[in-house]
């Protein structure tokens, strides 16, 4: 299972509304501009973040979008699922061998955990709080 440009854009937008939280509304186009990202698609991925529920529009000279809940509301799951569907790594029925099968179930139910009990209050502040050691694999 991999995340597409659709979910990892996403929380990028969402990530940015949370770091402006409290501050007004801001533009699609300002986000487009700081993250390097094409304003027409980050278009697409809003919409389906408002219907949703997680952000606002605001009309006018002003306008733009702003959180509909404070950023500790709202996970990494929420804006995941919205824009990617439901998480699985793999589809699996249940004729497939148990052991697969609760395998793959493990593996769903740890990525929905970690991505439930994500904040985007947690990943605007992550470097804040510390945690700004990076592993370093070598192969």
Request: net charge negative.
């Amino acid at each position: 299972m991999k995340i597409s440009t659709k979910g990892r854009y996403g929380l990028t937008i969402m990530m940015d509304l949370a770091d402006k939280y409290g501050k007004g509304p801001t533009s699609l186009k300002s986000i487009a501009e700081r993250h390097n990202l094409s304003e027409h698609y980050l278009e697409q991925l809003v919409g389906p973040l408002r219907n949703a529920g997680l952000v606002k529009s605001v009309r006018g000279a002003y306008g733009g979008y702003k959180l509909s809940k404070s950023p500790d509301e709202i996970t990494a799951g929420d804006v995941i699922r919205v824009l990617e569907g439901p998480i699985s790594p793999v589809e699996f029925t249940e004729e497939e061998d148990p052991a697969k099968r609760h395998l793959w179930i493990r593996i769903r139910d740890s990525i929905n955990e970690v991505l439930d009990s994500t904040t985007l209050l947690d990943l605007i502040t992550f470097e804040e709080n510390g945690n700004n050691d990076y592993y370093m694999f070598y192969l």
